[in-house]
Structure formats: C-alpha cells, structure tokens
C-alpha cells in the first residue's frame, strides 16, 4: 500500500528530529474565496531544495521554496505570509 503524501512528510519530519536531514514543512491556512479546497496542502522541502507536494502549483510554491533557503539558516519555526502571488505580507495584511 502506497503511503499518503501526509504519511511520507510525517515520516521525514520524524527523521529530522532524531538527527536526520533538515526539511522544512509549509502547510497552507488560508486561501482566497474560491480556492478554499487548498488549505491543508502541504510542502516539504530539503535543504538542498527538493520539493515534496504542492501548495498551489504555481507562484506560491515557488515562493516558499525560495524562503525556505534563508530558513534554513534561522534553524527556527516560523509563520511566514504569503499573497496568492507569493509576494511577502505582514501578518496583519494576511488576514
């Protein structure tokens, strides 16, 4: 049985707290009308830049991967803001 790409994410998460590869996990919370079925979409991405599942396709996906470069380098958990164009927004302006 093939595993769900939730499961696949999971597991790699798992490993990078038991000391494996780092990755970093973009889940989708809030989408424009219309577009509601994306929330819950989820990308990971290694540090190297390889891309496990999809938030929208196009350039909010791409906007991520290129923020989860700088990422990893705070080594930290952070919400970042992000436009529907992947264009960077201050949490108030996200809402």
């Known amino acids: 049985m093939a595993e769900t790409l939730a499961a696949q994410i999971t597991d790699e998460v798992m490993q990078a707290l038991d000391g494996g590869p780092p990755v970093l996990v973009a889940t989708l919370i809030a989408a424009p009308s ?4 994306l929330i819950g979409a989820k990308l990971r991405v290694r540090d ?10 196009g ?8 923020e989860a470069r700088e990422a990893f380098r705070r080594h930290g ?5 992000l436009a529907p164009d992947g264009s960077r927004l201050g949490r108030l302006d996200a809402e």
């Open 34 to 37: 219309g577009q509601e079925k």
């Open 48 to 57: 190297a830049g390889a891309a496990l599942g999809a938030l929208d396709g």
């Open 59 to 66: 350039p909010l996906g791409a906007a991520v991967s290129a």
């Open 77 to 81: 958990v952070e919400t970042v803001y």
